[in-house]
């Protein structure tokens, strides 16, 4: 028998060992008229791949298997060679290291290395590639019955943020986890402050505001003989096909942030920005800074401003103002009525989400975060073409836009001219 004749076997007898034990366990529960926790996979191991071996996928796989002691890393795969040898040396000093598992032969590079990756014999993969993969990523690795950790965001246009929400549909059919990292959502701090303003300790919430003003962040210089197409995936963050543009690709975890509190997503928003420091070519085509308003269905209003400018005085700040009080999410303290406030060192909620995902595996009660990580990334898509075209979008117009970022094909020593800086009033939204 072949090797991988051997990994299809092994595979399927592990799927076929979920499937009886949560069956047996659940009839056993329902003939006693409870229906217990359900260990399916027991000591079982749980293979694991990795598709995007970047810093946060190298920091994904490693959390993973810290998350749970019968989970092997197994496959990996990306378009460069020397993201994936990094990611493994790296993985392979860590105390987790007699569980990295990834020999050669399961070293998939290319863009077609997510299939690869999908179709090795995992049991659950790990997207991190630049978010405009997600949508093909995760619609495929929902096809093969795959378990899906995703980072944030989950999309870079509106079409793409459809296809999610339709691969997270057809997961909750499958019984497939989909979690999201959106990793505030797990920190134990911010769940019990979100807890408190949901009972009321700030009355109706009328206003939000958040300020997220960072410096500049890497890139890497462009190579001689370097193609348009590699340059731009290695550079990806600088370029709004690719990234979303920073205010889908990393404000969106303060967009959730809010959402998450005000339990409910905006109607519509008007919006600002442009690029005044980060105008050379390396920068690619994103802005360097955002400001938003975002109007919502019970007529609370979220002021939110973003900026990545060298030089820049760094502040972060996400507040909540309501009828009762004030809520400084970032410090978790309640001002007013009903003062609080959470002491308690924060929590590791990397760490938290995928202690959560096994833990909910072995339970036989997989998760889906589906529905908010779409929203959110949608909210900061909306935001982002708010400030491009110059125009109120509302909730429906962004729901429904026709918007699809990107090349038509993938080659790898394609000619792919970068496209020019939006430019509000000029601009539409499609």
Known sequence: MSDQSKSTDQTASRRVFLQRST????????????????????????????????SRGSGAALQTLQADPNVEL???????QDRIDTSLSALKKSKVADRVKVDKERQFLGFDAYQKVIDSGVDVVLLASPPHFRPKHLEYAIDQGKHVFAEKPVATDPTGVRSVMESCRKAKEKNLSVVSGLCWRYET?????????HNGAIGDIVTAESTRFLRDLWS????????????????WYYFTWLSG??????????????AWALNEYPEKCYATGGRIVRTEPKYGNIYDHFAVVYVFPSGARFYAATRQETGTEPLYSNDLFGTKGKCDLMKYRITGENPWRRRAK?????????????????AGKPINNGDYMCKSTLMGIMGRESAYTGDTITWDEISNSKLKLGPKEYEWNASLPVEPVRIPGKTKLV
């Open 245 to 258: 543009d920073f205010i889908v690709e990393q404000y969106v975890h303060d967009l959730d942030m809010i």
């Open 189 to 197: 701090g911010m769940q019990e402050t979100i807890d408190k303003i």
């Open 220 to 235: 890497w210089p462009r190579e001689p003989g370097q193609s348009d197409m590699q340059w731009q995936v290695r550079n």
């Open 346 to 362: 924060r929590t590791v909620m990397h760490q938290l989400e995928h202690d959560e995902m096994y833990k909910a595996l072995r």
């Open 74 to 80: 197994v496959a990996v795969g990306d378009v460069f």
């Open 23 to 54: 069956t047996a366990a659940i009839g056993a529960g329902l003939a006693a008229g409870i229906v217990p926790a359900v260990h399916a996979a027991g000591s079982d191991t749980l293979k694991v791949g990795l598709i995007g071996a970047g």
